[in-house]
């Protein structure tokens, strides 16, 4: 139970420096900060591991979380603006 309260707190904290780095309006909220935080942890976790930069059961750091949250969220902003 700890792990998953954790990985949601990390998640928030990744998701709020994504929305502070990316430029722009990020009308998200509360919610949608957490699943984008979380979603690029494990982004940045499996495309690691994929290209070789992280071995099998090795999470990715905390720098290239954001950076994959950065990632999710201008895909978010691209697919909001397209629909709107």
Do not use: D, E
Not at 11 to 35: D, E, Q, S, Y
């Amino acid at each position: 139970m700890m792990s998953v309260l954790t990985t949601i707190v990390i998640g928030f904290l990744i998701g709020l420096l994504a929305r502070f780095v990316m430029p722009g309006p990020n009308p998200a909220g509360m919610l949608m900060t957490t699943l984008l935080g979380i979603g690029g942890s494990l982004l940045a976790t499996y495309l690691g591991q994929w290209l070789g930069w992280y071995q099998p059961g090795q999470a990715a750091g905390f720098i290239m979380s954001v950076v994959g949250a950065v990632l999710l969220l201008a895909i978010y902003g691209f697919l909001r603006k397209k629909t709107a």
